[in-house]
């Protein structure tokens, strides 16, 4: 084939795929390299990026977008963690668990970004025998283990209630607990009117019924 200007050259279908090759000098010697070896391994340095189509894609975890050039002071100015979901949150309890418990209700998403869960929901249920029972009732299935107290999170982390379902005694607080993915129901008890009370297996409406017990929770708690 007689030498052509670039200029003259057929136009490449678009796309590109990655495989195919281009001619580079390396060490004074006239080699062949794939495009997708262009920038691979390397840092990339511009002025804006735009994806038109597509993500960007953080191929590493514990890698992100790392914000330590702008004013600031903070331990980290790294977000490196986004994630949206669903998990389905139960009840148990601190002492005997329930000997059945089934769940007419139990919708919940999350939304983390970097260490912050942010959470919502319904939870009710549907049957309940508290035969044996012992201790108070609280939430488990958090989609994430929380922080330690030595994290600074101390576990108190507190999720606001609705109430969407008759109790004998209505929860009006969830207080995340340390290191795990539980949280402890609590009333308000009437002397003194801001103290809360861990809510007892008998608060709970027993038998078969529809969106017993049921509770609607909004909040946010810091993940280990």
């Not at 678009?14 to 840092?43: F, H, N």
């Not at 511009?46 to 953080?58: E, H, K, L, R």
């Not at 702008?70 to 994630?83: A, I, K, Q, V």
């Not at 994290?151 to 929860?171: F, Q």
Request: aromatic share 6%.
């Amino acid at each position: 084939m007689a030498d052509k200007k670039i200029s003259a050259l057929t136009a490449a279908t678009t796309p590109l795929a990655g495989t195919e090759v281009l001619p580079i000098v390396q060490s004074g010697a006239t080699v062949k390299v794939a495009v997708s070896d262009l920038t691979a391994g390397r840092a990339i340095s511009a002025t804006a990026v735009t994806a038109s189509t597509g993500n960007f894609i953080v191929g590493t975890s514990g890698q992100g977008i790392d914000f330590s050039a702008t004013p600031g002071t903070g331990t980290s100015e790294l977000l490196n963690d986004y994630e949206e979901g669903t998990f389905n949150a139960t009840y148990e309890t601190t002492g005997t668990n329930f000997t059945t418990i089934t769940f007419s209700t139990q919708s919940f998403r999350y939304v983390k970004v970097g260490s912050k869960v942010f959470i919502q929901g319904n939870i009710a249920t549907s049957n309940v025998d508290a035969t044996g029972a012992t201790g108070n009732i609280r939430i488990a299935g958090l989609p994430f283990t929380s922080a330690s107290s030595s994290a600074g999170n101390n576990g108190r982390s507190t999720l606001s209630i609705a109430n969407t379902g008759p109790w004998i005694i209505a929860p009006t607080v969830a207080r995340v607990e340390t290191s795990s993915t539980l949280a402890t129901l609590s009333y308000y008890a009437t002397t003194p009117a801001t103290a809360t009370t861990g809510l007892p297996v008998a608060a709970a409406i027993t038998g078969a019924a529809a969106s017993q017990n049921g509770i609607t929770i909004a909040g946010c708690y810091v993940a280990a």
